[in-house]
């Protein structure tokens, strides 16, 4: 039994329509004790035109749509009422509606029912939510193309061939007299993981790619004080965020700044300059560019093209083992320059270069764009953990372990690409990831 669940599908704002969404097993019970029609009936989609009633006062005149399973986002009978825009009115919708059985959705609940129903796998459940969250158009059509199932052909192959190679190992196991079936032998398994594990490869590969398109990326802006690390964060961002002054040791916060730059979100954190200090708010400040430093995925290290000295040299240590852009500002001030070395003005705005040089080092091409790819964080996680796993069991193999070892070891793989589609029964997993929406999805 599928209780009747409502919420507000529309931001929580005035506006000049609002949707309340209500789904369930009676659902259709739940409204025609609060419609001026009767809608027990419906036997298909359909639109009807009516007054919401809290017994005999009329809330508001709507539109409503009854949608009749299974031919329903949630697979179950739901309706959408749509009312004029006002908080006062969508809200007495709502407690209506909880007066009348229905209860509350909670986050992600919509979705995790057309989950639970079969509409969608988990994949383009969880594209749902991406979608909500997508900053870009590009970012949307990635999103838009898990949703559509897009995504999810390219784990079919895979999901294909283990199936392939597990049962075949079961039926030698559990058949060993029956000769005329195909053997599983070490050859055959080697194949399919070795096929599998350069798969899955190209996979994690173009996921991480369309995961940069999808999310944005983390850009720390470090140096020692006065370089111009705060004028870079205005130029870059065209706006005058971060205060700029002539005194070492002027930004102590973090001051934080998003442009798109090729369809990508780059999340820029101008930082505190850093150096030898006994100021206890500059030396918080610098454990701050630190710890931004440490968590970026790309990293500008700002000198300044009139002085380098051994301040920016302990910089370059901290840097070392990062994705970094070394930039020279003040290219105004210096006196002679090296073809080799990037140069900026940020007093003068020529910013481009370092923002081609961020565009190149995203390393994404019209593929990344244009391709659907497994770009969820949860979804690559367990492409790795696959590929591990498929290297685990290409080695035993090769080792001539017991076939029923590895027979186990395929299983799991096996059951974590099942994990992936939301195909394995974990409702745990599936939890999780609905209470990550907002409660109208
Ligand atoms: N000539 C010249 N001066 C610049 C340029 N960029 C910044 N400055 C000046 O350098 C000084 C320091 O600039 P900031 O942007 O505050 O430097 P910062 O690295 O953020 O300094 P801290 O926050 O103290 O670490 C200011 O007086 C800026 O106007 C440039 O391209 N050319
Ligand atoms: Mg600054």
Redesign the pocket.
């Known amino acids: 039994m599928f209780e009747t669940i409502v919420a507000l599908a529309t931001p929580p704002l005035k506006s000049a329509l609002a949707i309340v969404r209500l789904s369930g097993d009676d659902c259709f019970f739940v409204v025609s004790k609060m419609f001026s029609k009767n809608i027990e009936k419906t036997e298909s989609n359909k639109i009807y035109h009516g007054y919401i009633k809290d017994g005999e006062d009329i809330i508001d005149e709507v539109v409503l749509l009854a949608y009749k399973n299974p031919r329903s986002f949630t697979g179950e009978d739901s309706v959408e009422i749509i009312s004029h825009g006002s908080p006062l009115i969508f809200n007495k919708i709502i407690k209506t509606a909880l007066k009348n059985g229905a209860r509350l959705a909670t986050n992600g609940e919509y979705s995790a029912r057309a989950y639970m129903h079969g509409k969608l796998n988990l994949m383009q459940a969880e594209s749902i939510n991406d979608l909500i969250n997508a900053e870009t158009e590009e970012s949307k059509k990635l999103c838009l193309m898990a949703l559509s199932g897009e995504t999810t052909k390219l784990i079919e192959p895979i999901k294909k061939s283990i199936g392939d190679i597990l049962s075949l190992i079961e039926v030698n196991i559990d058949y060993p007299e029956y000769y005329d079936i195909e053997e599983a032998n070490n050859e055959k398994i080697v194949e399919i993981c070795r096929e599998n594990i350069q798969y899955i490869d190209k996979l994690i590969k173009d996921g991480i790619k369309g995961n940069i398109i999808k999310d944005g990326i983390n850009v720390a802006i470090v140096?020692?004080?006065?370089?111009?690390?705060?004028?870079?964060?205005?130029a870059l961002l065209n706006e005058n965020k971060?205060?700029?002054?002539?005194?070492?040791?002027?930004?102590r916060d973090v001051v934080e700044g998003k442009v798109n730059l090729s369809g990508v979100v780059i999340n820029f954190f101008?930082?505190?300059?850093i150096r030898e200090s006994s100021d206890k708010v500059e030396m918080i400040g610098i454990e701050k560019s630190l710890e931004k430093l440490d968590k970026s995925d790309l990293v500008i290290c700002?000198f300044d093209s009139s002085n380098f000295d051994d301040e920016d040299k302990e910089i370059l240590k901290l840097v070392k083992d990062k994705n970094t852009i070394y930039v020279y500002?003040?290219?105004?001030?210096a006196k002679e320059k090296d073809n080799d070395k990037l140069y900026?003005?940020?007093?003068?705005k020529?910013i481009d270069p370092l923002k081609n040089e961020i565009i190149k080092r995203l390393g994404l091409s019209e593929e990344n764009y244009n391709n659907p790819s497994i770009a969820n964080t949860r979804e690559i996680g367990i492409l790795e953990s696959v590929k591990k796993k498929l290297e685990d069991i290409l080695r035993d193999t090769l080792a001539n372990i017991p076939i029923d070892i590895i027979n186990s070891e395929i299983q799991e793989v096996y059951l974590a690409i099942l994990s992936l589609l939301g195909e394995d029964n974990d409702f745990d997993i599936a939890k999780e990831i609905f209470s990550r929406f907002c409660v109208g999805k």
């Open positions: 140096g020692k004080p006065n370089v111009g690390k705060s004028s870079i964060l205005n971060a205060i700029v002054t002539d005194v070492k040791g002027t930004t101008d930082t505190a300059g700002v500002n003040k290219e105004d001030l900026v003005s940020a007093l003068n020529s």
